[in-house]
């Protein structure tokens, strides 16, 4: 019960803050309009790429490697050297702040919005790595609330003085950087609380060794990010802010819709990371659990944005986004790759085959560099959409093959046949009641209801009595 327990906590939080993100995004919009959008959104993809290089990577290193570790020396030994790593890591991610407020701001979003947002997130990064101590013996809750806390008091305050009239973005996001650094504080008084001392290392070879083994999630980390945000980056130079706006709405459902994936992967990361050491058979048992889940969700996502969100978006944005609900069923089949690729590259870490999840996102970033130049300006945002659909699709292909001697692909041939039954179960209900005449909502609330019920009669869901992952027991405390 403790990673159900957790992906509980973990997505009720995570969507809690992520809903007050998305308010703050809707009245961003229906007051100051596309072109305001596309510069927050331009400046919040350049800062999420320089958060990555600031604070990434050592949050999955570090959990695996603390389920892994036999002794609480040990273990105190390795939280010091990881904490010389995130420094070196912090002084690179400031210096190209600097570089990217000097040389690319101006022009597409104001330099202070760029190092406002860039700080929250850089904050964010670090938080994750300061409550390894308390993700690797599953105590999430608390680090689940204290981040809802931390960013649903900076977008209100945001909002608060949008309405107040403040229409200057850099006035209007000075809450945020303040949120990330009291984020940050209140991380490292949680890992003071679990036992990790706020003491560093000075074991070089160690230090070197954990650079080493986290550069590899870092990496995937940028490249992962790279699929969306690169395309805001290209749109913004190739289609103008008005452009990226639309876009971004859309991007803002999905990226709100495949949290829950994300956090149901983070509960689940320990058990597995534990399991695909000490037992392979239950491993491929958890796997093949955690992977339907995560269909499961993903398809639901799917349909909800081809069903919904449409009109969620002529609701939340007004008249000025109907561009937006022209790009969504592509959104929905990226919903789809997408959410297979959260649910391998987990897998890929529990079993330390990161290097083939890194390896099969440098191959997708490689074809979307390709492509974008040319597909946008032939097709605009929707040969944007359609890149990073294709290349996730390819990514998906290289992760599953790399996992071939440690999972059977019948799995996930399986799981996927598993999903298509209740995706053509709730196209046909879709199409059902539309010939009916219905009423817009009713037809969509009838079809986004029609999917999980079809989806547990596939098997997408497992019986809570013969589920492993509800009978995993906690792990000891390692602390």
């Not at 000097?102 to 300061?130: K, M, Q, Y």
């Not at 300006?377 to 599953?400: E, H, N, Q």
Request: charged share 15%; aromatic share 10%; hydrophobic share 55%.
């Amino acid at each position: 019960m403790m990673v159900i327990r957790n992906a509980f906590w973990l997505s009720v939080c995570r969507f809690a803050a992520d809903f007050s993100s998305l308010v703050l995004f809707t009245v961003l919009s229906r007051d100051l309009g596309p072109a305001s959008t596309g510069e927050y959104s331009y400046a919040f993809a350049l800062g999420a790429f320089i958060a990555i290089l600031a604070a990434s990577g050592l949050d999955q290193y570090g959990v695996r490697q603390y389920v892994r570790l036999g002794s609480d020396a040990d273990r105190a030994t390795c939280w010091r050297n990881m904490l010389v790593v995130q420094l070196l890591q912090l002084f690179l991610g400031l210096g190209v702040l600097g570089l990217a407020a000097a040389f690319l701001g101006g022009r597409n979003a104001d330099p202070r919005v760029i190092v406002e947002l860039t700080i929250f997130l850089v904050g964010w990064g670090l938080s994750r790595t300061f409550f390894i101590p308390a993700i690797a013996r599953q105590a999430m809750a608390t680090p689940a609330f204290t981040e809802l806390g931390c960013r649903a008091a900076a977008s209100l305050s945001a909002m608060v003085l949008l309405l107040s009239g403040v229409h200057s973005m850099p006035v209007l996001l000075l809450p945020f950087p303040i949120a990330g650094a009291l984020l940050i504080a209140l991380a490292l008084r949680n890992a003071v609380r679990n036992g990790a001392p706020l003491r560093l290392g000075t074991d070089w070879k160690e230090i070197a060794a954990i650079a080493r083994g986290t550069l590899p999630f870092t990496l995937c980390e940028a490249l992962g990010q790279f699929y969306i945000r690169a395309d805001l980056l290209v749109i913004v130079h190739l289609l103008g802010t008005a452009t990226v706006g639309w876009y971004a709405a859309d991007l803002k459902m999905v990226e709100v819709g495949v949290m829950p994936l994300i956090l149901l992967g983070t509960a689940a990361y320990p058990v597995l990371s534990r399991t695909a050491v000490q037992d392979r058979a239950g491993f491929v048992k958890l796997a093949e659990e955690y992977l339907r889940g995560v269909l499961f969700l993903s398809g639901w996502l799917a349909v909800g944005l081809y069903c919904l969100v449409p009109l969620v978006i002529d609701l939340l944005f007004g008249d000025r986004f109907d561009p937006a609900t022209r790009m969504l069923p592509l959104f929905a089949v990226l919903a789809i790759t997408k959410g297979l690729e959260i649910g391998v590259y987990r897998l890929l870490y529990a079993a330390r085959r990161q290097n083939i999840h890194l390896a099969a996102l440098a191959v997708g970033a490689t074809l979307i560099l390709l492509l974008n130049f040319w597909l946008i300006p032939a097709f605009g945002a929707d040969g944007a959409i359609a890149v990073v659909v294709i290349s996730t699709a390819l990514v998906d292909l290289i992760c599953i093959t790399g996992l071939k001697n440690e999972l059977p692909t019948s799995l996930f041939v399986l799981a996927l046949a598993r999903l298509m039954l209740p995706l053509a179960c709730a196209a046909l209900v879709f199409t059902s009641l539309r010939s009916l005449a219905l009423n817009e909502w009713i037809v969509a609330l009838g079809s986004c209801l029609a999917f999980p019920v079809l989806g547990i009669v596939s098997g997408l869901l497992p019986h809570p009595r013969r589920s492993f992952l509800l009978a995993t027991e906690r792990a000891p405390t390692p602390m």
